[in-house]
């Protein structure tokens, strides 16, 4: 157990919709990453928070956006879903941004219909 | 998106093998890292190295930075059941350089055990 927690598990939608997906890093840690994970892309990095603000953005579209609270939680929020945004998301932590260990949480497997 | 090349990708194995896996970039990382990954669940972390020419072990894996900075090695010896999975390595510019911690992922390395 990396001590990162998401929530859900699993999350089946149809084609248009909007979810949620949350994030509770390690205590401790100050710096989330969300990554996406696909058959085709491998491990890709989406965006990375720091102590409540956005430090670096990667392969994210602008239909997904995120954020990260006071209490280090973060959300990452995906819209107008398409078929090819199925896939794993994973979140992970780090103590500080230049920590170079990042610990993942179990993930949350996104089906779109 | 970048991935870094890993080699091979799946291998096939009898318990109490040695395994051997690599990782290639065309580009200079500061700090190798390789992950773990059962099905359905997230990466874990098995070795962190932060400098060329690094040799660091954890058990029965060890793993080295390699003196181009472009390159990354995995060994695992005496293979067990347990050691089946998905092995990715894991590239971190890092540095100086604001907002360089994300991590580029390899394509993967799948294990199999042969009864």
């Known amino acids: 157990d990396s001590g990162v927690t998401q929530t859900p598990k699993h999350l089946i939608t149809a084609t248009g919709q909007r979810v949620t997906l949350r994030c509770s890093p390690r205590?401790?840690?100050?710096?989330v990453y969300w990554y996406q994970q696909s058959l085709d892309q491998g491990l890709q990095f989406l965006i990375q928070?720091?102590?409540?603000?956005?430090?670096a953005k990667g392969n994210i579209l602008e239909r997904f956006s995120a954020q990260q609270f006071p209490d280090l939680h973060s959300e990452l929020n995906l819209s107008s879903l398409e078929l090819g945004d199925s896939a794993l998301y994973f979140c992970?932590?780090?103590?500080?941004?230049?920590?170079?260990?990042?610990?993942f949480g179990p993930g949350t497997r996104l089906t779109v219909t | 998106g970048q991935q870094l090349n890993q080699s091979p990708q799946s291998m096939f194995i009898q318990e109490g093998e040695d395994v051997s896996m690599n990782c290639t970039s065309s580009?200079?990382?500061?700090?190798w890292l390789w992950y773990k990954q059962d099905p359905g669940e997230g990466p874990v972390l098995l070795i962190a190295?932060?400098?060329?020419?690094e040799l660091t072990s954890n058990g029965r894996l060890t793993a080295q930075f390699g003196i181009t900075r472009k390159d990354s090695f995995l060994n695992i010896s005496a293979s067990i059941p347990s050691d089946v999975g998905i092995y990715f390595c894991?590239?971190?510019?890092?540095?100086?350089?604001?907002?360089?911690?994300?991590?580029?992922f390899g394509t993967g390395t799948r294990l199999t055990i042969i009864p």
């Open positions: 580009s200079i990382f500061n700090t």
């Open positions: 928070y720091y102590n409540g603000e956005e430090r």
């Open positions: 205590s401790g840690d100050l710096s």
């Open positions: 190295l932060y400098k060329a020419g």
């Open positions: 894991a590239g971190q510019e890092g540095g100086q350089n604001f907002g360089n911690e994300k991590l580029t």
């Open positions: 992970a932590s780090s103590v500080v941004p230049g920590a170079t260990e990042q610990y």
